[in-house]
């Protein structure tokens, strides 16, 4: 009678498995792989090895405070020839005296999340029961029967494996990039990525239902959605539009997702002040890219929020041209959100693919604060009773803004109708580089096209809603234009052009004004005005009118959005009927100088010398340098300049890196001082061995 078998210890082979899953950041100490792909192990017994004609091996992997077999949470599979698909299995791959070669492979359906492996032993009338370890299971997009399999291997590279990437920001007509450092497989983001499942309300009243759900990406990503921000749970980020960061961080501060995620943790899952549109949705992104879900950040430019839900924008004006805010819409100047990959099996199947998603806290979906995942590809086809929440993304990128005078006798005034002002430039980081891509044909057909107006009209059928009178747009005849030199710190001019595009001279009343305004646009103090009572312009001729806009005037009520807001109201003197134009203008904040002292190393001390130039016509202030990067330093570092730094002259410093890693990085800085916020710059390394 042979002895019964007994563990003595695995082998969980951390460098085979961490190479063969793409996990090689997150396998150090831990078993972390992903599902639908054999990873091994190796057992070593005490005493004899293994024999397959007397041993009988069982295996039992477990997940969630409640494992069950009938939610798909607990499985018991036996030693097996071969792998098979669709189901938990183990298999030999090598026997050597004590020691047996294992392969385990997990269904691509499996749930994710935090597992349990025990071996049970049968020998004769002997069993015993082995703890054998514990393990990570992701989402497998190299796994063609994975929900979140994506085909092209540059594509994974970029959306899953990439920990930096880049965000737009500014106004359509002036883009700006920042730098954001995603960290997904920095030291603890998995424990966090899964602690934040654990706080949802659904696991919290459910946790086995909520376990076995977890196979699902749909349902995952309505999890993230709602709990990124905080407004019904323990989420990570409060949001806050209103300037006052004093409690806090500004959301223009942050350059990336894993100082927030500590926070977050390290505070007992106490919100962190404070977050908007990029933070939230960058903060989704390197939770999806860690749990192993293809994901990206968009920004869309002049993006609508549709409160009534009837796919148009309302925004009323007094004589003035200020804006109503009792009375209107909104349209942000720009508003980012997060796009997940994945196959639809609720929806067609032309509807897989990219899903649009937003954390950011603007309308409930189901009685939560959460949004999507919305298919871009029936966003486009204006498929807006397909879940979730289609209506609201389709508005945010196809809507009509309608604008009225709403005159001091109480009566209204169309002003505008606008059919190709909302949805512009719609952006996010090209694959493989800090380019831009521009995928606006992905959420809507060309505008103005018969096939856009079209989907328009389906849209609002779909909606429940009676189509809206149609207007023809007006031949331009007003325009803002503006200067070349508008950084921050000068004084420039911006333009009211008016073209007289008849045969006969034309009068009018003009008023042109400036105003700071944060992204979403939400009004600052004036900053600069003319008004004339009478403008006469030519028979088909132009002119322009300049307003002069003083760094005086705009510097204590500029937000750290740096945007300012040009309206130039035209009341023609014989008809008394109203023109608009209006311009976001964005102001460019100076670079950062990266230079690298040194030849990068791995596991070798590193230098990075940063240098800001003062722009500005007084001296800065409680300046502070920011410093993140995957791979080249484990924790955020701060360096403040004690003395003030004088105009055109240099705030500089040098931090020390310590790159773990070889091949390429991105160092990431912000730049914070009384007067000058949120300058950002970042510097491509590339680590040798």
């Known amino acids: 009678m042979a002895n019964e078998l007994t563990v003595e210890k695995s082998d969980l082979e951390y460098k085979k498995n961490s190479k063969n899953h793409k996990t090689f950041g997150m396998c150090q100490k831990r078993l972390v792989v992903r599902r639908g792909q054999p990873f091994h192990i190796t057992i070593y017994f005490h005493g004899r090895g293994f024999e397959a004609s007397v041993d009988k091996l069982y295996f039992t992997v477990e997940t969630g405070p409640h494992p069950n077999e009938a939610e798909g949470t607990k499985a018991k599979f036996a030693l097996t020839d071969s792998l098979q698909e669709g189901t938990w299995t183990a298999s030999v791959v090598g026997q050597e005296d004590n020691k047996l070669s294992l392969t385990i492979s997990p269904p691509a359906s499996a749930p994710v999340g935090f597992y349990k492996l025990s071996m049970e032993t049968f020998t004769g009338s002997h069993n015993k029961t082995s703890s054998i370890t514990s393990f990570v299971l992701l989402f497998n997009p190299w796994c063609q029967a994975d929900s979140v399999y994506m085909e092209k291997d540059d594509c994974r590279r970029e959306y899953v494996l990439n920990q930096n990437g880049i965000i737009y920001q500014g106004s359509y007509k002036c883009i700006n990039m920042i730098p954001w450092n995603f960290g997904q497989f920095e030291d603890g983001i998995i424990d966090i990525c899964f602690a934040l499942l654990d706080m949802n309300p659904k696991f919290l009243k459910d946790p086995g239902r909520d376990c076995s759900r977890r196979n699902n990406p749909v349902y995952i990503s309505r999890v993230i959605s709602a709990m990124v921000n905080c407004n019904d749970d323990k989420g990570i980020l409060y949001g806050r539009w209103d300037n006052n960061y004093k409690e806090g961080i500004s959301p223009m ?126 966003i486009k086809n204006g498929e807006v009773n397909t879940k979730y929440d289609a209506p609201f993304v389709f508005a945010e990128i196809n809507a009509d803004l309608v604008e009225w005078i709403k005159r001091e006798d109480g009566s209204n005034e169309r002003l505008n109708t606008a059919t190709m002002v909302v949805g512009l430039m719609i952006s996010t980081k090209a694959v493989g580089s800090d380019q831009r891509e521009d995928i606006t044909h992905h959420y809507k057909h060309l505008e103005g096209s018969m096939e856009e107006r079209e989907t328009y009209k389906k849209a609002n059928h779909l909606n429940k809603l009676a189509a809206k009178e149609e207007h023809p747009e007006e031949k331009q005849k007003i325009r803002i234009k503006v200067s070349p030199d508008m950084n921050k710190g000068n004084n420039f001019d911006v333009f009211g052009v008016i073209n007289n595009i008849s045969s006969e001279e034309q009068n009018y009343w003009l008023l042109l004004s400036a105003r700071t305004v944060s992204y979403n646009g939400r009004l600052g103090p004036e900053c600069s005005k003319k008004e004339m009572s009478c403008v006469t312009v030519e028979p088909l001729s132009e002119i322009k009118i300049p307003l002069r806009i003083m760094y005086s005037s705009y510097s204590d009520h500029l937000t750290e959005s740096n945007l300012i807001k040009v309206n130039m109201l035209l009341q023609h003197q014989q008809t008394h009927t109203f023109m608009m134009a209006e311009r976001d203008i964005y102001l460019m904040n100076p670079n950062i100088n990266i230079r690298i002292l040194g030849e990068p190393k791995k596991n070798r001390k590193l230098v990075a010398e940063l240098s800001v130039k003062n722009p500005l016509q007084i001296p800065l202030l409680d300046c502070i340098f920011t410093v993140e990067g995957a791979g080249l330093i484990q924790e955020q570092k701060r360096v403040e300049i004690s003395e003030p730094v004088e105009p055109e002259s240099v705030a500089i410093t040098r931090v020390d890196l310590m790159p773990r890693w070889s091949g390429l990085h991105k160092l990431i800085v912000n730049f914070e001082s009384d007067k000058l916020k949120a300058v950002k710059g970042h510097r491509n390394v590339i680590v040798g061995l």
């Open 253 to 378: 501060e942050w350059i990336g997702s894993v100082d927030i995620l500590r926070r977050w943790k390290k505070s007992g899952c106490y919100p962190v002040k404070y977050g908007q549109c990029w933070v939230f949705a960058a903060v989704a992104c390197t939770v999806f890219r860690c749990l192993g879900i293809p994901a990206r950040v968009i920004t869309n430019y002049k993006s609508a929020h549709d409160s009534n839900a009837n796919l148009s924008i309302e925004i009323y004006r007094n004589e003035k041209g200020e804006t109503l805010w009792n009375m209107s819409e909104m349209i942000w100047n720009y508003h980012c959100w997060t796009e997940v990959w994945m196959t639809r099996p609720d929806l067609k199947q032309e509807f897989n693919g990219w899903q649009a998603l937003d954390p950011t806290p603007q309308e409930k979906s189901e009685g939560t604060y959460c949004c999507g995942p919305a298919s871009v590809k029936a």
